[in-house]
């Protein structure tokens, strides 16, 4: 420990030069991280919301909500189940201040509609409840929401953050509002788990099909398309950074190697200089990543709404932890040396 | 008691590229004597001393410190020996570049088991006697050969040692500074009635010795000998 710190101390340029190399990778990925859970979020939080486990949808339809309809299949579903929820799709425009903006209309039962962050849900069928980020083109309670080319109309009684379907805001409106709308539907019905087995069963009723929660996310299209390369992005930072920090924790072992050898030949003990190694890889790791979550906070606030950005504290444990697996890994390959130098060679020579 | 060397024999390489170095060397220290050894570049002075030390180890024979066979024992006892019972000092002083002058020492008493405040106390008692009282908050860049060197011989006695081990510890002093620290290790081996075996070339330095070893053709041979074979020549 001591001999760790001394040097640690005594070479501080060289020291704080890798600490940097290492904020920046982790801020990298931490920010990366970030903007892959904002691009989630915005694809799939409003299937998140409603916290269900399995779905009954329409066959053929790519395992799209917005394209199934099982409303014509809903008396066989419900002479199998009544458990479920029903969820109502509809997608509309509608006409905002500047530009027109794409609306997934939802409505489903109480049990597991979100509830509202801003104002309150809607209680009759001239009542909307908007996702939170309309905010950002300046829609407040008690504003008016034109759908486009007809003459519906809704009144804003609340805000939700977070619910959103393939970049598409959802709002919430209630049966009769869903009713007021053109091309509404039944596109689901959502149950919390498959507790009867009744899979099979609904599975045989005619263009009807039960799928897992992770299916419906995974056929929204952009959902896989981002955060395919966002997540091989952060594998590959990770994987630099642990050959940044075994790149230069060896290079540093070598060039102490007779310093090394010295130490092992008076008696110091090969634990005592794997320890040494450790808690700088360590010490160095929690610097660098401690500074980039700072940073984040700090950005956090400043970044608006309208941008996908989301930080949680498991994310940032999560990237942490992995730092420092990643730095005892870029660590073995020093220590692997220092068990190896041979106390020998210090005796005799230079 | 002291150091005792029975026969030992040393070869490097096997079948066709085996060479013998050490044929069957016997020395005998006694504790309080300085010893020395000499002999042609590539004899195997180092090569002896290193097994003395346990770093390296033997092909036969018996070395024994006050009695004990030590260098059959286990690595990790053998590591501790080395740390506790025995005192390198190299040809360079090898100090730790990022160390103060008085952590090099602490660093290896703590490492023995003293308490921070003792080894403390020690290290300054040490470094004071060598005339390093005023140099003790220095790194080592900055302290001449000679001090550093002064420094690394503190550093072999702050265990408290039963062997001294140097291996050209004067070859990168002039002679003022050799003599000086030459005179140091014999007092100190004296002082402290440990046993010191320290390879040397530098003849002025010879008079230090109790007696004098010359290591030729993988076996020693006393000053007495040598002396003969300088008569004949
Ligand atoms: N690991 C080794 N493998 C093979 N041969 C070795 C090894 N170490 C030493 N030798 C050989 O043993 C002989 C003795 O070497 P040693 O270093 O002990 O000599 P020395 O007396 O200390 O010489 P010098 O005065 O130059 O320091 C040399 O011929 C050397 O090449
Ligand atoms: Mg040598």
Same mark, same amino acid.
């Given at each position: 420990m001591k001999l760790a710190l001394k040097e640690l101390k005594f070479y501080k340029f060289k020291y704080v030069l890798v600490?940097? !190399?290492?904020? %920046?990778?982790?801020?990298?990925?931490?920010?990366?991280?970030?903007?892959?859970?904002?691009?989630?979020?915005? #694809?799939?939080?409003?299937?998140?919301?409603? #916290?269900?486990?399995? &779905?009954?949808?329409?066959?053929?339809?790519?395992? @799209?909500?917005?394209?199934?309809?099982?409303?014509?299949?809903?008396?066989? !579903?419900?002479?199998?189940? $009544?458990?479920?929820?029903?969820?109502?799709?509809?997608? #509309?425009?509608?006409?905002? +201040?500047?530009?027109?903006?794409?609306?997934?209309?939802?409505?489903?039962?109480?049990?597991?509609?979100?509830?509202?962050? *801003?104002?309150? &849900?809607? *209680?009759? @069928?001239?009542? $909307? %409840?908007?996702?939170?980020?309309?905010?950002?083109?300046?829609?407040?309670?008690?504003? +008016?929401?034109?759908?486009?080319?007809?003459?519906?109309? &809704?009144?804003?009684?609340?805000?939700?953050?977070?619910?959103?379907?393939?970049?598409?805001?959802?709002?919430?409106?209630?049966?009769?509002?869903?009713?007021?709308?053109? @091309?509404?539907?039944?596109?689901?019905?959502?149950?919390? *788990?498959?507790?009867?087995?009744?899979?099979?069963?609904?599975?045989?009723?005619?263009?009807?099909?039960?799928?897992?929660?992770?299916?419906?996310?995974?056929?929204?299209? @952009?959902?896989?398309?981002?955060?395919?390369?966002?997540?091989?992005?952060?594998?590959?930072?990770?994987? $630099?950074?642990?050959?940044?920090?075994?790149? &230069?924790?060896?290079?540093?072992?070598?060039?102490?190697?007779?310093?090394?050898?010295?130490?092992?030949? $008076?008696?110091t003990k090969n634990g005592e200089l794997v320890k040494t190694i450790l808690v700088q890889v360590i010490l160095i790791t929690l610097v660098g990543v401690v500074l980039s979550i700072g940073i984040m906070f700090t950005l956090n606030t400043v970044i608006p709404v309208s941008m996908p950005f989301y930080l949680n504290t498991s994310l940032m444990m999560t990237v942490s932890g992995l730092f420092l697996a990643v730095a005892f890994l870029g660590a073995i390959l020093s220590l692997v040396r220092i068990v190896k130098i041979d106390p020998l060679d210090a005796i005799g020579g230079e | 008691m002291g150091l005792k060397i029975n026969n030992l024999t040393k070869s490097f390489g096997t079948g066709d590229i085996e060479t013998q170095v050490l044929k069957g060397v016997d020395i005998e220290v006694k504790e309080g004597e300085l010893v020395i050894l000499k002999g042609a570049s590539g004899s195997g002075k180092t090569t002896l001393l290193s097994i003395i030390g346990g770093l390296l180890g033997r092909s036969g024979g018996e070395v024994s410190l006050n009695g004990e066979n030590y260098l059959d024992i286990k690595e990790k006892a053998l590591t501790s020996m080395r740390l506790k019972e025995i005192g390198f000092i190299f040809q360079s002083s090898h100090l730790i570049p990022y160390m103060k002058v008085i952590d090099q020492l602490t660093f290896i008493g703590e490492q023995a088991g003293m308490s921070s405040k003792n080894a403390k106390i020690r290290a300054e008692e040490l470094l004071k006697e060598i005339g390093l009282g005023h140099r003790l908050k220095a790194y080592p860049n900055v302290l001449s050969g000679g001090e550093k060197q002064r420094v690394a011989i503190m550093r072999a006695w702050m265990n408290e040692p039963k062997m001294i081990l140097a291996d050209e510890p004067t070859a990168s002093l002039d002679a003022q500074r050799a003599t000086e620290v030459m005179e140091m290790i014999r007092d100190n081996i004296k002082v402290k009635h440990a046993v010191g075996l320290m390879i040397t070339h530098d003849e002025r330095l010879f008079g230090y010795a109790d007696r004098i070893y010359t290591l030729d053709d993988g076996y020693v041979a006393d000053e007495k000998m040598d002396k003969k074979e300088l008569i004949y020549n």
């Open positions: 600490t940097l !190399i290492l904020f %920046l990778l982790a801020f990298l990925v931490l920010f990366i991280s970030a903007l892959a859970q904002g691009l989630a979020k915005e #694809n799939i939080s409003g299937i998140e919301a409603w #916290n269900q486990e399995q &779905f009954i949808i329409s066959e053929g339809v790519d395992d @799209s909500l917005t394209q199934s309809d099982i409303s014509e299949q809903m008396d066989q !579903i419900e002479e199998v189940t $009544i458990e479920g929820h029903n969820i109502e799709f509809s997608r #509309n425009t509608i006409d905002a +201040t500047n530009s027109n903006i794409d609306i997934v209309f939802t409505n489903t039962d109480e049990n597991i509609a979100p509830v509202a962050d *801003e104002g309150r &849900f809607p *209680e009759t @069928s001239d009542e $909307i %409840l908007l996702n939170y980020k309309l905010t950002g083109e300046g829609y407040e309670v008690g504003d +008016t929401v034109k759908i486009k080319d007809s003459d519906t109309t &809704f009144e804003i009684t609340g805000f939700t953050e977070d619910i959103m379907y393939s970049h598409t805001s959802m709002a919430y409106v209630t049966d009769g509002g869903m009713d007021r709308l053109d @091309s509404s539907s039944i596109a689901a019905v959502a149950l919390p *788990e498959d507790t009867n087995g009744i899979s099979e069963e609904i599975n045989n009723i005619e263009d009807v099909k039960m799928v897992s929660n992770d299916v419906i996310k995974n056929a929204i299209p @952009s959902y896989q398309a981002e955060q395919q390369p966002l997540n091989l992005m952060i594998v590959f930072l990770f994987i $630099i950074s642990a050959i940044v920090l075994s790149a &230069f924790f060896y290079v540093i072992t070598i060039q102490k190697s007779s310093q090394l050898g010295i130490l092992k030949a $008076i008696g | -």
